[in-house]
Structures are given as structure tokens and as C-alpha cells.
């Protein structure tokens, strides 16, 4: 079992940076994929970004490369999303995903374990 808890979303103006973290309990947290995902009110889940356990490879949705890092402290049994050069259109609820066995890291149902999300709202 794995519980994961998000921080870090907030208020922030368009042009400007925020870092989620994403702190798991529970054993082994670096033999899990992660991923971030988001999801605005009336909207799908929309894929973010994933890393793989061993943290060789990282994804990204179209709508953040290159703007988005995921990265992964795997001592502190923590993943990072840093948001760089925010859009109005990042505002959603940000939720970390994990799981052990992901056959496709950018599908949210091949995620076993969910936080319950923070919010980023970015103003103009």
C-alpha cells in the first residue's frame, strides 16, 4: 500500500513558476512509476507527466514539454513537478499518481495509487 499526499499548488500569475511535491508512505516507493495528472471541473483527466521507478526516462503531455520538469527523491520517497512559464490554462487540481506495473506511463488508469490533489490556479 502506498498514500500519497500532494503540496505546493496555489495562486500564481501567468509567466511565473510552482513546484508540486508529492510525499508517499509506505515501503519500496522507488520501485513505483509516477506521474502527474490534472483535471479542471467539466473537463477529462488530462496526463501531465511520468517517470519511470528506475528514473531513466521521463513523458510529458504535448501541452507541458518544455515548460514542465518531473523528477523523483527517491530517498525521500518524493516526486517533484516543477511548473515553469505558467498559462492560464495550467489551472486544474494536480494529482500524483503510482504504480508498480504501467504498460502505458500516460494513461491514468494504469495507476494503482491516487493523492486527493492540490490545487493551481494561474491569474492573468
Known amino acids: 500500500q502506498v498514500q500519497l499526499v500532494e503540496s505546493g499548488g496555489g495562486l500564481v500569475q501567468a509567466g511565473g513558476s510552482l513546484r508540486l511535491s508529492c510525499a508517499a508512505s509506505?515501503?519500496?516507493?522507488?520501485?513505483?512509476?509516477k506521474a502527474w495528472f490534472r483535471q479542471d471541473p467539466g473537463k477529462e483527466r488530462e496526463f501531465v507527466a511520468a517517470?519511470?521507478?528506475?528514473?531513466?526516462?521521463?513523458y510529458y503531455g504535448d501541452s507541458v514539454k518544455g515548460r514542465f520538469t518531473i523528477s523523483t527523491d527517491n530517498s525521500k520517497n518524493t516526486v517533484f513537478l516543477q511548473m515553469n512559464s505558467l498559462k492560464l490554462e495550467d489551472t486544474a487540481v494536480y494529482y500524483c499518481?503510482?504504480?508498480?506495473?504501467?504498460?502505458?506511463?500516460?494513461?491514468?488508469?494504469?495507476?494503482?495509487?491516487w493523492g486527493q490533489g492540490t490545487q493551481v490556479t494561474v491569474s492573468s
Open positions: 499518481a503510482a504504480s508498480m506495473n504501467v504498460l502505458n506511463m500516460k494513461v491514468d488508469d494504469q495507476y494503482a495509487y
Open positions: 509506505g515501503r519500496s516507493f522507488s520501485n513505483y512509476h
Open positions: 517517470i519511470t521507478s528506475s528514473g531513466r526516462s521521463t
